[in-house]
Structures are given as C-alpha cells and as structure tokens.
C-alpha cells in the first residue's frame, strides 16, 4: 500500500541500462535486460542500488541476501528456479528500503542496526497494516444496526504500551551497541587527516607530512587513504556549517567552525568513494563534492610522499 | 429529552446578530467561526503558494543538471517552500480549525477573549505577509533554508533584505500563535458548559490544549532565537560567531528546542481530527479515551525532551539521552495508532471521502512514524541524516500526518461550517489521487536517501543511480499537486449548489452536530445534558441507550453492556 515494493522499480528507469557498471573493484556486473522477475538482482548495477551485498565474502553476514545475478539473459528454465527466485524477490520487497553494503568496519556496525530496525519495522507495519485492512474489509458497514459499543479494554491497551515499550528498550540495546563500535577511536590511526570544510570543497591535510589537497567547486578532490587500518579524520570549516559524509560508510558528520570533530574510519576494502557535503551551506552545496580513494598501504605511502614533495614545492 | 437552557449572559448582545456586508464584516468580526475561516483560508493560501514552489523545487531535480533555474534561485524556492509550509501553514491551520470547533464542542458561545482572537489571526495574516514580501525586495528571498543555521544565515554569507523579512515575519506570527494560545487554552479551561467535564471534552479539543500548551512554550524561545539572530545580522552581536566567542552549535540547540516541538504542534491536532472522524465513520465510541488523551499529553511532554535527535551528526550532544528519549516517543504514538484501529474493530465503517482520508492519515503516519524509531538511533541517523531519507520521513510525518488529517476533517466538518455538503465524487477521485501521488513522490526518496542524495541540493550527478527514482518522485509530485484542483473545485462548486447539510449529518458524537449547520451567531439556542463524551450520540439514541452513558462517571473502561 505504501509503495514497499518500490525497490526494483527504478532499473527500468530511463537510461539506466547505460549507466557506467564499474564503480567499485570486486561489483559484479549485471547486464540482464527485460527480466523483470531479476530485478532484484539487477540492483548490483551500482554499489549505491544496495539491496544486494557485492562482496562474496560478506554475503553470509547479511541476514538475507538474494541469489547471485545470473548470466545475461537468461531465463528461468525450471519451476523451482522459477520459485526460488520469486520467493527472493518476495523476500527483498520488505527490504526494499535497504541500505547500501557498507566499506568501513563501522559501517557494517550501522549496516547491522540498520536491518535490525528494519525487521523490527517489517513486523508492525505488517501487524498494524494488516489488522487495518482486515478491519476496512471485515467490518464495512452492511446494515443500520449499530455495532457492541466498545469504549476500551485495559488488558489490551496495556499490551499495546507494554509491547511497543520493551521493543523500543531493545533496540536502544542494539543502538548503543553499533554507536559504540562506530565510535570508538583507536589509540594509534595509522594516518590522520585534517579535513577542512570550506564553501564550496573540502581541504585535505595529512598531519606528520607536507602532504595536501585541495579542492575545488566544480574539481572535486581525493582523498587518499590507506585500507585495512583506521584512520583518524580531524574535522574543521573554514566558514559555515558543512557536513563530511561518504555514503558507503554509512557515516556523517558535521564540520562546525570552532570546533574540532573526530572519528576513525577503518575502509575494508580499496576503491573510490563517492562523498559530498550533507548540511546546507549555500549557494553551490551541490557542488562541493569529493571521492575517497581506497588504496594498499604501500601504495599510500608512496603517494604520501609523492603528494609531499610536491606539495612542499608549492611553499606549504 | 433533557435539555438545559443556556445561563443568558452566554448569550450575545442583540445588535450583534444583525447581518453586515461581508467584507466589512470579515474584517471587523470577532465571532470565532469567522476569524477560523480567515484562518483556514489564508493558510490554504499559504498552502498553494508552498505547492508550487514545491513542483518548482521537483521540477528542477526531475534531471540531473541544472534545467530552470541557478542554484541560488533553487536554494531560495526551497528555503521559502519550507518556511510558507512549516512556519506559515502547518502550524496555523489547525488552529483555524480548532478556532471554529472547541468553543463548539465544549458548548461555549465564543473563546475567552474575541478581540485577541482577532489580533492574533491579523498579527498572522500579516506576519506572513511580511515573510512573503520578500519575494519583491532586491536578492530575493531568504536562501538558508527554514532552519537557517548560522554562520550561513549570518549577514557575512547571505546579504540582502530578504533574511531580515524573514525573520520578522516570523516572529510577528509567533507572537500572534502565543496570544492565539493563551486564549484558547483559557477557553477550554473556563468556558466549557455546565456538565462537560474536562474527561468529556472531545479528543480534538484535548489535542488542542497539548498543542497550544506546546506553543506557549515553544514559540518563545524561537522568538528569542529569531531577535538573536537579527541582532547578528544587522547589529554585530556575537551569539553565534565562533571567531569571537559565540557557537553555531547554540543556534541549532534553541531552534529545535522549539522546532520538534513544532513538530507535534502541527500532528497533534491532526490525531484529534482522527480521533473524531474514525468512532463517527466506526458507529463506535474512541476506543480508550482515557488511553489517548495520556498519550497526547506524553506525546506533549517528551517532546520537549528529544530537541537534540536533530543534532546527532554535529558530534557535540549526549547521544544516549536523546536518544532513549526519542525511542520512547514512539509508545505513546504507538497507543493512539493502536486505539484508532480498535476504534474501527467491529465496527460499521462507512467510507465516505472523510474516512478515507482518515485512513490514509493511518497508512502514511504509520510509515512516518516507523521511520522516526530509525533516525532516533545515533548509528542509523549518521547514515541518512540530512540526505533525502529525512526529508521523506518528515513529509510522511508532517504533509501524510498533518495533510490526511487537515482532508478529513474538512471533509467531515465542510457541512457544519457551510451547510452544504462537499461532493463525495470530486471527493473520492481527490483522495485517490493526493494518495497515490504522495507515495509515489516521497518512498522513493527513501531509498534516493540510503542511496546516499544530500537534501536541499539544486543539482546532481548523473552517474550515481539517482536519475529513475528522482524522476518517479517529480512525477508522483505534480500528481500531488494536481489532487488539489479537484478539492479546489468541489469547494467552490459545493459553496453554491452543494447538497444541503442537517445539523448532524454524520451522527455525529460531539456537541457541534446538535446545533444548526452552520451554527448561529451565539453557537447554540439549547444545549442537550452532558452525560458523556457523546453528548449528541446520547441525544439521538436516549440516555437509556445501553451504549450510552447513564452515571455522573464515563462508564470507561466498559465492555459495552447490553
């Protein structure tokens, strides 16, 4: 009723077969066309679409997962395949309000709540829903006579109090066990960066090195970091209040002049990173963009060196 | 039948009944069902204009790129698409409604103090005024969105009259919603008739109390905001500059202070208009009464306390606090959703366009409300604050909430206030569309949200995903907007040749449908005894009925003796 299944809907969207597939190493790429039952599966396309996870290795944490995409193409050739896939897709429909898979160590923590709620939500929705319609249906009016005048029940208002309450205590459980993890600092981040925010880009400075890039409007910069290990962002603005926020971290925060914002990151995988400033900041906000660039350790200090040379050159 | 003659200083002075031409008489009149229908149609006026920004504000993100407008201009239909919502309509029209309707049903002749009921709709009428002009004065608008965090809205990042307009406009409509305020909480605390005890006042008229006990508390310390502000701006004040000791995090601490309550300020009469709409379509009673006038109380309550749920991404608020705070918000909500649906259990539901709306009310706050237990946890809410999952959220929330409510009881009380029916048929195919295009223009903006799109963004790139669901969302959008020309018409067409409306046309539960439709000048000629919260159900069924109320006492929680 309210549009649960609106997940699969925008792959048909205009223009979305040409979409460049490849964003992030290790995305399997679909390329199934008119098949509307594999839709589900047709959400890998962007790393953003999210229902499914990418990464082989994570799909048995995942509470539910769908099936992998298979060949382009093809159609379901047995029953049971046929089944398989629709009960899947049945399957996905609550979760099409799903969150992208995460690339941080405290992304999956949130990632983790987030499908908690989300079942937990799947559950009353479905409940009150459900006794909703029953009622439009079941208790229509058919004739004049006027119905038992009910003015309540204790017993029932003090389970609908009670239940909902002990549901809200166990998921404050879950909230402060995933803010916890997300949270927690390191003692000793293997690289820390000072993040400024600033209208309209983002300024990256890698403390204990010369190191630094700064970006502009319509030129988003990257941000290097090295995987596998936490890294500690410093966050300031320069002038107004601006937010960091990469999606697939599942993390934002605000950049507050004054005030000095701190958190780790530890990124589990290499590749590059879609981010961009979340809290309205005038004029050109939708510009003030900026990726992530996931790299080996190696390959980190050999461009932290590299960037410093050359930033060093420039007089920093 | 008992009936109690009405204690004749209630009555109004003679002079006062004689008709005047309408204009003249619209502008001097202090007659509260007047001055609510000014309400009601300068905040539906308020309304269209937000609308239309709002398929601007679609409009332009249909495509990725910039298609119409500059970023400037986009930030500045935006910002003032949430002001004229929030601020201009939202939280006023119900108090049209509520203007019209609680000295009604709790048999008073008018509110306490008529002439400042009058000022305070004037003070609004031309707050907003003032708030709108600044369409007309040079830059424009104000462009730092309805929340207007400094340093942005601060005159070193945003210069130019329109700011200013904006925040005076504001503060002289809050001043207006304190007096309007004081005085309708003095009504329903003084002025209920002989009998109507405040356990046998109509839930509307309970929401309405909590709702304007909100705003006198949380109005003020938006008007302090607002006159810090125009000190920064214009005369070099310091609150919020951090260069010199001030703190952009203290703006966002007062503002939502008074801006979740706000929040509840524009829902919480909503659920009275449900709560009356539901047990008249059911042919039952409010299932828990009691239940739901404690929960719009604790509703009223914690909302005070949950401010900060707004500030999880600034890293510099108790996160714990708020937000077991805001999870428990969602208990009392919970009981009211709960009776509403116990209301239609065994009933016998009618569908008139008043109870669809109603129900449409259920389906979309339902998700509206899901979706808040979300973003009360800090971990979820660093993913999706200020991307579109939010906006979705609160327009479920707020437009779903408020908008479905608003329909039914225009639906249900349009015969009362005109004594002309609205016709089901235009009613219907409103419905119906306003259903299907509201969801079709906010769920995708769930997933657009955990997909990672920032709100309040003129523009976006084409290679992230986001091209379908924003187009789907655009579409479902001019939908919407279109719903309203179908409404549009049935009133003018209903105002003329409408159906003609008894007193109770409904059976009705509440005091208003056993007086004339529309109601005479003094309200009432004769007011029936008060022996429930039914009174007009125990009219027309004898208090001998084994569903109505005989004792002194409400026979709550009766199991309905036959």
């Known amino acids: ?316 | 039948m008992a009936t109690t003659e009405l204690p004749s200083p209630a009555l109004p002075e003679a002079p006062h009944e004689a008709p005047r031409n309408g204009l003249i008489d619209y502008i001097t009149t202090v007659d509260h069902k007047k001055i609510g229908i000014l309400y009601i149609y300068t905040a539906f006026g308020i309304f269209l204009l937000g609308g239309i920004l709002a398929m601007l504000v679609r409009a332009e993100l249909a495509k990725p790129g910039l298609q119409y407008m500059s970023e400037n201009t986009y930030n500045q239909i935006f910002s003032m698409h949430g002001t004229l919502m929030i601020f201009l309509f939202a939280a006023q029209v119900s108090t049209g409604l509520a203007n019209y309707f609680v000295p009604l049903q709790i048999g008073a002749a008018d509110v306490a103090f008529p002439r400042l009921n009058a000022m305070s709709y004037w003070t609004y009428l031309f707050g907003s005024l003032i708030v709108i002009s600044s369409f007309f004065v040079a830059g424009g608008p104000a462009a730092a969105a309805w929340t207007a965090y400094p340093p942005l809205s601060d005159s070193r990042y945003l210069q130019g009259a329109g700011m200013d307009l904006w925040i005076i406009g504001l503060a002289v409509v809050g001043i207006g919603g304190i007096a309007g305020a004081i005085n309708l909480v003095t009504t329903i605390f003084t002025m209920r008739v002989p009998g109507m005890t405040m356990f046998r006042i109509p839930l509307f008229a309970w929401t309405v109390l909590v709702t304007q006990l909100l705003i006198m508390f949380a109005f003020p310390p938006l008007t302090v905001a607002l006159a810090t502000l125009f000190l920064e701006r214009n005369f070099g004040a310091a609150f919020y500059d951090p260069t010199v000791g001030g703190s952009p995090v203290l703006w966002q601490h007062v503002f939502w202070f008074f801006g979740h309550p706000e929040v509840y300020i524009v829902i919480l009469p909503g659920f009275g208009m449900i709560s009356e709409v539901i047990p008249v379509f059911s042919r039952k009673p409010l299932f828990g009464y009691r239940a739901l006038v404690f929960a719009t109380f604790g509703i009223g309550a914690l909302s005070f306390g949950v401010w900060a749920h707004h500030m999880f991404a600034t890293g510099q608020v108790n996160l714990p606090w708020f937000s077991i705070m805001s999870f428990l918000i969602a208990v009392p909500t919970g009981i009211k959703v709960f009776n509403w649906v116990a209301t239609m259990w065994r009933g016998s539901i009618t569908f008139t366009t008043s109870m669809l709306m109603a129900l449409g009310f259920l389906a979309v706050f339902l998700v509206g409300g899901i979706t808040g237990v979300f973003l009360a946890s800090p971990p979820i809410d660093f993913a999706v604050n200020d991307t579109y999952y939010v906006v979705a959220h609160f327009h479920y929330v707020m437009v779903g909430g408020l908008l479905f409510a608003l329909f039914a009881g225009i639906y249900f009380w349009f015969p009362k206030m005109s004594g002309r029916f609205l016709s089901e048929g235009w009613g219907k195919l409103h419905f119906w569309r306003l259903f299907v295009g509201f969801n079709l223009t906010f769920f995708p903006q769930f997933i657009l949200g955990l997909q990672g799109m920032p709100r309040r963004v003129a523009n976006y790139q084409g290679n992230l995903g986001w091209d379908g669901l924003n187009l789907t969302s655009s579409l479902g959008a001019f939908l919407t907007g279109i719903s309203t020309l179908p409404f549009l018409w049935n009133v003018f067409v209903s105002l003329r040749k409408g159906k003609p409306a008894p007193g109770d046309p409904w059976e009705g539960n509440s005091l208003e449908w056993t007086t004339s439709s529309p109601p005479p000048p003094h309200n009432f000629h004769e007011l029936p005894e008060i022996r429930s919260e039914r009174p007009a159900f125990d009219l027309r069924h004898g208090a001998g009925h084994p569903g109505g109320h005989t004792g002194p006492e409400t026979s709550y929680p009766s199991r309905g003796r036959r």
């Not at chain 1, 290990?229 to 925060?253: E, G, M, N, Q, W």
């Open chain 1, 1 to 316: 009723m309210n549009g649960w299944f609106a997940c699969p809907a925008p792959v048909k969207g205009p223009g979305r077969r040409d979409v460049p597939t490849v964003l992030v190493a290790g995305t399997p790429i679909g390329t199934e066309r008119d098949d509307p039952v594999s839709s589900g599966a047709a959400m890998g396309y962007s790393p953003y679409r999210g229902c499914r996870p990418t990464d082989p290795r994570k799909e048995a944490t995942l509470p539910l997962s769908l099936p992998p995409p298979r060949a382009p193409g093809a159609r379901p050739r047995t029953a049971a395949t046929a089944a398989r896939r629709t009960v899947a897709l049945a399957l996905a429909l609550p979760l099409a309000g799903c969150a992208p898979e995460s690339v941080t160590s405290q992304g999956d923590a949130a990632h983790f709540a987030y499908d908690f709620f989300l079942w937990a939500a799947a559950v009353v929705w479905c409940t009150v829903t459900g006794l909703m319609v029953w009622s439009m249906i079941r208790y229509r009016r058919r004739n004049d006579e006027l119905p038992k005048q009910i003015h309540g029940s204790n017993k029932l208002e003090l389970t609908w109090t009670l239940i909902p309450f002990a549901l809200v205590l166990v998921l404050f459980g879950v909230t402060l066990n995933a803010q916890s993890k997300i949270l927690h600092r390191a003692k000793d981040p293997a690289a820390t960066i000072q993040v400024t925010a600033f209208q309209w880009s983002w300024q990256f400075n890698y403390q204990g090195s010369r190191a630094q890039v700064i970006g502009q409007p319509g030129r988003p910069p990257t941000m290097v970091v090295p995987v596998g290990v936490p890294v500690r962002i410093r966050l300031v603005s320069a002038d107004v209040v601006h937010s960091f926020y990469v999606p697939r971290t599942l993390f934002k925060r605000q950049a507050i002049p004054g005030t000095v914002n701190q958190f780790d990151l530890t990124f589990d995988r290499v590749g590059i990173f879609h981010g961009q400033c979340t809290q309205f900041c005038g004029v050109a906000h939708a510009d003030m963009r900026f990726d992530v660039k996931v790299v080996s350790s190696s390959e980190f200090q050999s461009w932290l060196e590299t960037t410093s040379r050359a930033s060093g050159g420039n007089g920093t």
